[in-house]
């Protein structure tokens, strides 16, 4: 084969893996649509990532206080969390390990023994990091976070 057709075919091929890569947070950024969560902050600045602060967002604790899926079934992967809305935010109504008919939720993943929804850090300029921490621990804060009809989620702001 041509060397140039091999460097054009291993050229498509990563830039095939870098789409799909980014797809759900492209999806949900331009065809999502916007719900407020409360949050509070876990950890602000690494090192390594930059500045950034970790999220934790109460209303997705599971109702009742029940375990996550993975420790009830013994199973891992997809975990999709059906949204209600209560007092102006949106909150978990459930866990569950198949897709809902009706939107609004999340699809998350707990291959790690953690829930994760693609949601949890939220990157901002070095100097507004420490700050936004700070504020959001003294006060507790909403997120605004745009959700796609297949759950795929990006958060937008943090106020």
């Known amino acids: 084969m041509n060397r ?21 947070q492209l999806s949900s950024r331009l065809t999502g649509e916007d719900y407020r969560m409360e ?7 690494d090192p390594f990532r930059g500045a950034y602060v970790t999220l934790d967002y109460p209303g997705l604790q599971a109702p009742g206080g029940s375990q996550p899926p993975s420790r009830d079934d013994g199973q891992r992967g997809a975990v999709y969390v059906p949204l209600v809305e209560r007092d102006g935010t949106w909150v978990a109504a459930g866990w569950r390990r198949t897709r ?8 998350c993943d707990d291959t790690d023994r953690a829930i994760h929804c693609g949601i949890e850090s939220y990157f901002v300029p070095q100097d507004r990091a420490a ?4 504020r959001l621990a003294e ?4 997120a605004t976070v745009r959700i796609d009809d297949r759950g795929h989620a990006t958060v937008i702001d943090v106020r």
């Open 4 to 24: 140039v057709v091999v460097v054009a075919l291993v050229a498509v091929a990563q830039l095939a893996f870098v789409g799909a890569a980014v797809a759900p």
């Open 39 to 45: 949050v509070r902050p876990l950890d602000p600045i």
């Open 100 to 107: 809902p008919a009706e939107a609004p939720y999340l699809a």
């Open 131 to 134: 700050e936004l921490e700070r």
């Open 139 to 142: 006060r507790g804060g909403v």
